[in-house]
């Protein structure tokens, strides 16, 4: 996720570097479109991908999905820019993003899915939760090594080659987390069980077809709200508001911080009382005050404002993450657990959350209102309501669901 988020956070820079127009707006809604992109990847990795790790293994799909991670980071890390490659320098980037993209489709689904087949009895909830607890580090992270390349360069060295070192930096760790994976022991719910074949899953998962609906609108929300409140925070307060760099990656830090704290503690909570009353509680408060919130803070930008809303809706998203992804992972059959919950969340990825700082951009350009990410955010709380509903009843793992 870290490289996911350092493409947001740089957006401007690589909007110059790739994609110089004559108009500001025209060079970030290519760049974000292009951050957009990747997500049309997902999709496709999470069936392809995804039948893989039903068929060979949890923790083979881990290590592949990592390799592939590491070689779209590191391209855009090197790849010139278009005053040197021309026309070249969009499209291999737009390539490396589609890798990027392939790879992460069964990331969150490979990752759930493994967590919740080695969760104790009871606490599936609360293991579940760290596959989102620890992608906040990742925004920690960038967005600290972010403050530190914008404090210490230039404006004009940032946009010319200071941003590739957060980038580099990702692909630091890449080592550690081969490691890490290569060491993981394979569930004993997958060993247990016969292993279908890439055409019996794929057949599985179109007679499940309801339920990855279903779960592709509970993913909604959790995915618009996720990269409104990190990815395009910086973009936002920079461009909109016009709040310093540091103000802006200050806020994301702490938005990371406050994810980390509210995500383990939310996944706990929704072991003791259901899945379905954290989505309830999320999705219907967030519809009451996600708009009041954003034009409160664009009537007078300042950091204490934009640290207010931002921490309110990372809180929001944090609470309905909580009872969301552990959800997913008891409503789809075991035989394509991974494959299943990869596609629909990829889905709600692809169309509306990878395309939540393009759309939001899009969205003030035309109405000159700045309040409108709250419209956005707004539509993917009624998705999650709606398809918390429609589960309700649905076979679960939990009873507690």
């Known amino acids: 996720?870290?490289?996911?988020?350092?493409?947001?956070?740089?957006?401007?820079?690589?909007?110059?570097?790739?994609?110089?127009?004559?108009?500001?707006?025209a060079s970030l809604m290519l760049s974000l479109s292009t951050f957009g992109a990747g997500f049309l990847m997902r999709p496709l990795g999470a069936v392809v991908l995804g039948a893989y790790v039903d068929h060979r293994g949890r923790r083979a799909g881990l290590l592949l999905t990592l390799s592939l991670m590491a070689f779209g980071t590191l391209s855009i890390a090197c790849l010139p820019g278009y005053a040197t490659l021309g026309l070249a320098a969009p499209l291999l980037l737009l390539l490396s993003r589609l890798v990027q993209g392939f790879s992460a489709g069964v990331e969150l689904g490979g990752v759930s899915?493994?967590?919740?087949?080695?969760?104790?009895?009871?606490?599936?909830?609360?293991?579940?939760?760290?596959?989102?607890?620890?992608?906040?580090?990742?925004?920690?992270?960038?967005?600290?090594?972010?403050?530190?390349?914008?404090?210490?360069?230039?404006p004009a060295q940032v946009s010319a080659w200071g941003w590739r070192i957060p980038l580099l930096a990702g692909c630091a760790l890449i080592p550690l987390l081969l490691y890490l994976r290569r060491s993981l022991k394979e569930t004993e719910s997958f060993l247990?069980?016969?292993?279908?074949?890439?055409?019996?899953?794929?057949?599985?998962?179109?007679?499940?077809?309801?339920?990855?609906?279903?779960?592709?609108?509970?993913?909604?929300?959790?995915?618009?709200?996720?990269?409104?409140?990190?990815?395009?925070?910086?973009?936002?307060?920079?461009?909109?508001?016009?709040?310093?760099s540091v103000s802006t990656l200050l806020v994301t830090l702490c938005v990371g911080a406050c994810n980390l704290l509210v995500i383990p503690l939310s996944g706990a909570l929704s072991d003791r009382i259901g899945r379905r009353p954290m989505i309830y509680a999320s999705?219907?408060?967030?519809?009451?005050?996600?708009?009041?919130?954003?034009?409160?803070?664009?009537?007078?930008?300042?950091f204490g404002r934009l640290m207010t809303v931002e921490l309110w809706l990372a809180f929001l998203y944090a609470t309905y993450n909580g009872g969301m992804v552990v959800l997913l992972t008891e409503l789809m059959p075991r035989d394509v657990r991974t494959t299943g919950f990869s596609v629909a969340y990829s889905l709600a990825t692809a169309i509306f959350g990878g395309f939540t700082p393009?759309?939001?951009?899009?969205?003030?350009?035309?109405?000159?209102?700045?309040?409108?990410?709250?419209?956005?955010?707004?539509?993917?709380?009624l998705c999650g309501l709606v398809a918390a509903l429609g589960t309700k009843g649905m076979h679960s793992e939990s009873t507690q669901a």
């Open 283 to 302: 999705t219907i408060t967030t519809l009451l005050t996600a708009y009041p919130a954003l034009l409160w803070l664009t009537s007078s930008p300042s």
């Open 358 to 381: 393009a759309a939001c951009t899009y969205l003030i350009h035309i109405t000159g209102n700045q309040a409108m990410p709250a419209v956005w955010l707004g539509f993917a709380a």
């Open 192 to 244: 247990s069980r016969r292993h279908p074949g890439v055409s019996e899953i794929l057949r599985s998962l179109a007679a499940n077809w309801r339920i990855v609906i279903l779960g592709m609108m509970l993913c909604i929300m959790n995915t618009v709200a996720f990269y409104l409140v990190t990815a395009y925070t910086p973009t936002f307060g920079s461009t909109e508001l016009h709040l310093s």
């Open 1 to 25: 996720m870290y490289d996911f988020q350092i493409f947001g956070y740089y957006a401007s820079a690589i909007a110059r570097t790739f994609f110089p127009t004559g108009s500001e707006f």
């Open 113 to 154: 899915v493994y967590l919740s087949e080695i969760a104790t009895p009871g606490r599936k909830g609360l293991y579940v939760s760290w596959q989102s607890g620890s992608q906040q580090v990742a925004v920690m992270f960038a967005a600290l090594l972010g403050m530190l390349v914008v404090l210490r360069l230039s």
